[in-house]
């Protein structure tokens, strides 16, 4: 973990421009990205292709982002296009919303997904509601983007996962992109969208490399918002996750296999419209289910998961209760043995399972 | 030449036996206090500002110097225990602005009270925290002044509500807290901080309004160290005059990197808001030499030319040196042997931070409710419980 935080604080040198020359050429082979990197990408590209796509948010444009996720956009497109706001986010995302309503694509960032709370009114009641409210004639397309839930001894105001409470409302179309695949391919897919999109990303997972298969490296490479995608067949137990946690869900995996465990491994890519009928189809075929996310147990991702399938056809496949693996259901400690236990882990994952299958 | 040598020499040899030859020495060689002419405040909406002069003595002259090198060797010691990893998450230093935080000290009461943001570790030793609780906070460690939960932007004392880590929401927070101390009738006064960043933030013109409205006894006050995270004030702010800010609060603009300014301008403060006169804002024009945080090296906003200059000509403890030694309040030798003092503190400080233990696992769930009974929190999975006590 401090390896990838310190991947996190070191700036990218070279490696983002020499990847980017070598993306031009057509190259087949699979390539090495980071999220922060295919964040980049597919931010450049739909900037490129509408000139109604635009980006605001505190530090986005002349300090490259705070997490350098929008590096040399700046450079590129200009004050028109890639605005530095004050720290003023009520302000600045009813700004972002009311460009949307009148007909511009605004990229709205959060420095965090914390901070989106002050904005929130603007995101849910001028946001999400408009279109119902206006009977379809009033459409938001704008994506809200930023890193969520916990990083690395950030404290508690630095720490909560916003899946939940935005996963929450109609009208919202939420995503949480896992790998660099997914992080291209939605928010692509959010900034064509028409309506408001919440793109939660995941500040540790910034600096993680990843192989971008050849169709993910188009410019017209979309995962659609909607549809999950299982990263790992198995054969007896579900396993459903979302962000971070998909990546030590498939490392659980890895280790049961072993003892002759196959976990079915679901990357939900979107918490809202959730895929349902992929976790039905699974849980029909395992008749075991755990959920794994990184925020509070109570009414969260998976407390949701849990209740959809007991009123889905999947229920009467289940041979024992849906258990959760969440966060600890306290405020975000600083200490890291306290933080380290209120994040959930491999191991928790592992015996979470092991309960669940009885072994 | 004999005599000075002898002078000398006993004052050198006063090191191994302080308490009697400092006393001879003060009585022979130092004045008891001194006048000094300070920056006139740039004013708002007010007839009269601070005084243009301002009486140090010498004990306060040495404890004010003791306290910002104090801070400012602390924030350096914080620096290092980052860059070795043993602090981790978000660190932000006040170097620079250790003028702030001891002069308004300076110019309050103990049962006053003190709210800012996230740049708060000076602030938490002025309200009295010592040196080894603060960086066993940053190490979280048990011994830490919030037990190792909060870390650096949540540390809280007597009458100091933190360390606020969301931009700006400290400052409706201030006028609350000092909503209670109109309300308790006792004549105290609640300083509310924030930065030139957060001067753009909407609920502060909401705290302003209520406070000015309901005339708390308010002193909003705005640390400009020039930049916002990567923002310089040009870019953030329509105004740049974060004094005026308050529009129908009356305002000063002071010289945030001069300790008696700062003193003179909070007693000043103070005073108007002790008086009834409703809310106060002051705008300390300050510098910080770190960039904001750890994670940013602070170069790429502004230039390293800009930050030795003003290092070299308004550093706030070589500011009140010069001044100290010159009017002889106090010597060279015995500032420095404070500086010696200060650094051991901070070593031993250190040494405890990197040593005491972390907090015990079965604490993650304690200090969720206040004065409740105790009940069962959930860990990662419906296996793993926690106990939680008030």
């Known amino acids: 973990m401090a390896g990838v935080s310190g991947l996190v604080r070191r700036p990218l040198q070279q490696v983002s421009g020499l990847l980017r020359r070598r993306f031009h050429q057509t190259a087949p082979a699979a390539l090495q990205v980071t999220v922060r990197e295919a964040l980049n990408q597919g931010m450049d590209e739909e900037l490129e292709r509408d000139e109604k796509v635009f980006l605001l948010g505190e530090e986005v444009a002349q300090y490259d982002g705070a997490y350098k996720v929008s590096r040399g956009l700046w450079k590129k497109y200009g004050d028109k296009r890639i605005i530095d706001t004050p720290i003023s986010e009520m302000g600045f995302a009813g700004i972002a919303v009311g460009a949307a309503m009148a007909g511009l694509r605004p990229i709205c960032e959060f420095m965090t997904f914390n901070f989106s709370m002050q904005a929130i009114d603007q995101v849910i009641n001028s946001a999400a509601k408009t279109y119902y409210m206006s009977a379809g004639f009033q459409p938001v397309p704008i994506v809200f983007r930023g890193p969520n839930g916990a990083s690395a001894g950030v404290a508690a105001q630095h720490s909560q996962c916003f899946a939940a409470w935005y996963g929450h409302c109609p009208g919202l179309k939420v995503v949480s992109p896992w790998n660099s695949e997914d992080a291209k391919g939605l928010i692509k897919s959010a900034i064509r969208d028409n309506n408001p999109v919440v793109m939660l990303e995941n500040e540790l997972m910034y600096g993680v490399p990843f192989e971008l298969p050849p169709e993910a490296q188009s410019k017209d490479f979309l995962i659609p918002i909607g549809k999950a995608k299982i990263e790992r067949p198995g054969t007896h137990i579900t396993v459903v996750a979302h962000s971070r946690p998909v990546g030590h869900c498939l490392e659980a995996a890895t280790v049961l296999s072993k003892e002759g465990i196959e976990c079915e491994v679901i990357n939900m890519r979107t918490i809202r419209p959730m895929d349902i009928e992929t976790i039905e189809a699974s849980v029909m075929k395992t008749n075991h289910l755990i959920t794994v996310e990184g925020g509070w147990p109570q009414f969260g991702v998976g407390a949701e998961i849990c209740a959809r399938i007991m009123e889905g056809p999947a229920f009467n496949f289940l041979d024992a209760p849906a258990v959760r693996v969440t966060g600890a259901d306290v405020p975000m400690p600083y200490a890291k043995i306290l933080e380290d236990n209120s994040v959930p882990q491999v191991k928790d994952i592992i015996f979470a399972i092991k309960k669940t299958l009885n072994v | ?390």
């Not at chain 2, 011994?143 to 809280?156: E, I, R, T, V, W």
């Not at chain 2, 901080?193 to 406070?211: C, K, P, S, T, V």
């Not at chain 2, 609060?249 to 003193?263: A, E, Q, S, T, W």
């Not at chain 2, 079965?362 to 959930?378: A, K, M, Q, T």
């Open chain 2, 1 to 390: 030449m004999r005599k000075m040598l002898a002078a000398v020499s006993r004052v050198l040899s006063g090191a191994a036996q302080k308490p009697a030859s400092r006393v001879l020495v003060a009585s022979r060689n130092f004045a008891n206090d001194a006048t000094f002419e300070i920056k006139k405040c740039d004013l708002h909406r007010l007839e009269e500002g601070p005084p243009v002069t301002t009486v140090l003595t010498r004990e306060d002259g040495l404890k004010y110097y003791k306290m910002m090198q104090t801070v400012r060797r602390m924030e350096l010691k914080a620096d290092q225990l980052y860059k070795q990893k043993i602090i981790r998450g978000f660190c932000h230093l006040c170097d620079g602005q250790e003028a702030c935080c001891v002069g308004l000290e300076a110019g309050i009461n103990p049962t006053d009270h003190l709210i800012t943001a996230y740049r708060a570790h000076g602030f938490t030793y002025t309200r009295g925290l010592p040196v080894r609780e603060i960086l066993a906070e940053l190490t979280g460690r048990r011994g830490g002044c919030a037990k190792g939960k909060g870390g650096s932007m949540h540390m809280y004392a007597r009458n100091f509500y933190g360390g606020n880590g969301i931009v700006g929401a400290q400052v409706p927070l201030g006028a609350g807290i000092a909503l209670a101390c109109k309300y308790n009738g006792k004549d105290e006064v609640c300083l509310t901080l924030y930065g030139d960043g957060a001067a753009n933030q909407g609920q502060i013109f909401e705290a302003y309004n209520m406070a000015a409205l309901w005339k708390l006894p308010c002193i909003f006050i705005c640390e400009n160290n020039r930049y916002g995270m990567g923002t310089s004030v040009e870019r953030a702010a329509a105004s740049t005059d974060y004094y005026k800010r308050g529009d129908f609060i009356p305002g000063l603009r002071v010289d945030g990197m001069d300790v008696l300014c700062v003193r003179e301008a909070t007693k000043f403060a103070a005073a108007h808001c002790r008086s009834g006169k409703g809310p106060i804002l002051m705008e300390l024009q300050t510098y910080r030499y770190h960039g904001h945080s750890m994670s940013d090296p602070g170069v790429s906003y502004r230039t390293r030319e800009e930050i030795q200059e003003v290092r070299s000509k308004s550093d706030p403890i070589m500011l009140l040196k010069d001044r100290m030694v010159n009017s002889n309040l106090a010597s060279v030798e015995e500032l420095k042997e404070i500086d010696v003092e200060v650094r051991k503190e901070i070593e031993d400080a250190a040494q405890f931070a990197t040593a005491d233990p972390e907090p015990p696992l079965e604490e993650l769930g304690y200090h969720i409710y206040s004065n409740d009974p105790p009940f069962e929190v959930r860990g990662a999975n419906q296996w793993i419980k926690f106990k939680s006590v008030s």
